[in-house]
């Protein structure tokens, strides 16, 4: 028993860190946005559904990026690692969001589809993060429609669209950065993400914009003040200045996941207080 649970034991933790759970367990989050009251079982489902279509496209992504990451924490498939499993995993991994989606309301199964479908663009064929703009809104596609992964059989809270737009504007900004603290990388692999594109001067101002649109959208005058400072202010200001620090750029977007997910919870908090 010992001999053959080993490598299965093994095969399981270079899976666990294939899918690299620590850069999405946040997103989890995403479908109890859409929740409802006494719908725990949509909930689940959600969830389960969000799981599956994270495991997938980190996978695809980390297999794509696997000869040009050279950080062997922010991408375990760098080294040469299993390709054949992963590859394999991340089909079960589609396959089973898909099932669960299947079982739902409509709303839900065409959100899983996009995700799946953005996910596999944006990280495979045709590649959609080798181009400016197109790849960073690519990136929103995989992950906005995960809001809606908890619609029950009744229809969506109108005030869904607010949040799912709102997240979707921090989560470009977002990617700003990511792109800035992945500049080195991208330039190896010839990918030309928009920051590379327009610089940082030009990303800060981008980035600056975004924020402001998010903070206009924020239900209450205090969130969209505490918005503004840090998504208007802080963050593209890091960009403008230390937007070639790759390094620092890497500390930033952590500290940005950080604020978005206490705006996306004080927003959610507030229109649901302040909603029908």
């Known amino acids: 028993?010992?001999?053959?649970?080993?490598?299965?034991?093994?095969?399981?933790?270079?899976?666990?860190?294939?899918?690299?759970?620590?850069?999405?367990?946040?997103?989890?989050?995403?479908?109890?946005?859409?929740?409802?009251?006494?719908?725990?079982?949509?909930?689940?489902?959600?969830?389960?559904?969000?799981?599956?279509?994270?495991?997938?496209?980190?996978?695809?992504n980390g297999l794509s990026d696997r000869a040009l990451d050279t950080d062997g924490l922010k991408n375990p498939l760098?080294?040469?690692?299993?390709?054949?499993?992963?590859?394999?995993?991340?089909?079960?991994?589609a396959a089973l969001a898909l099932a669960l989606a299947l079982s739902a309301p409509a709303a839900v199964t065409i959100a899983t589809a996009t995700?799946?479908?953005?996910?596999?663009?944006?990280?495979?064929?045709?590649?959609?993060?080798?181009?400016?703009?197109?790849?960073?809104?690519?990136?929103?596609?995989?992950?906005?429609?995960?809001?809606w992964l908890s619609v029950p059989d009744?229809?969506?809270r109108p005030d869904l669209h607010v949040?799912?737009?709102?997240?979707?504007?921090?989560?470009?900004?977002?990617q700003l950065l990511h792109e800035a603290a992945d500049r080195l990388d991208d330039e190896r692999g010839q990918v030309r993400t928009t920051f590379r594109a327009?610089?940082?001067?030009?990303?800060?101002l981008l980035g600056a914009a975004l924020g402001a649109t998010g903070a206009i959208l924020a239900p209450h005058l205090a969130l969209t003040i505490?918005?503004?400072?840090?998504?208007?202010?802080?963050?593209?200001?890091?960009?403008?200045l230390r937007g070639d620090d790759v390094r620092r750029m890497r500390t930033m977007r952590l500290a940005h996941r950080v604020a978005c997910i206490a705006a996306g919870g004080s927003v959610f908090g507030a229109l649901r207080l302040l909603g029908p």
């Open 163 to 174: 949040l799912g737009a709102i997240f979707a504007i921090l989560l470009l900004q977002n």
């Open 115 to 147: 995700s799946l479908f953005a996910g596999t663009v944006y990280s495979i064929g045709p590649r959609l993060k080798r181009f400016p703009f197109v790849g960073t809104i690519a990136h929103a596609a995989c992950f906005a429609p995960m809001l």
């Open 78 to 93: 760098e080294t040469g690692g299993p390709a054949t499993d992963s590859g394999f995993a991340a089909a079960c991994f």
């Open 154 to 156: 009744d229809a969506p």
């Open 198 to 204: 327009i610089g940082r001067r030009a990303s800060a």
């Open 1 to 60: 028993m010992i001999g053959v649970s080993l490598p299965i034991t093994a095969r399981l933790a270079r899976l666990g860190r294939a899918i690299r759970l620590r850069d999405w367990w946040h997103f989890l989050l995403l479908p109890f946005a859409s929740a409802s009251v006494g719908a725990q079982g949509a909930l689940a489902r959600g969830v389960a559904i969000a799981f599956g279509i994270l495991a997938f496209g980190y996978l695809v």
């Open 226 to 240: 505490a918005m503004g400072a840090a998504f208007v202010i802080l963050f593209p200001m890091a960009l403008y």
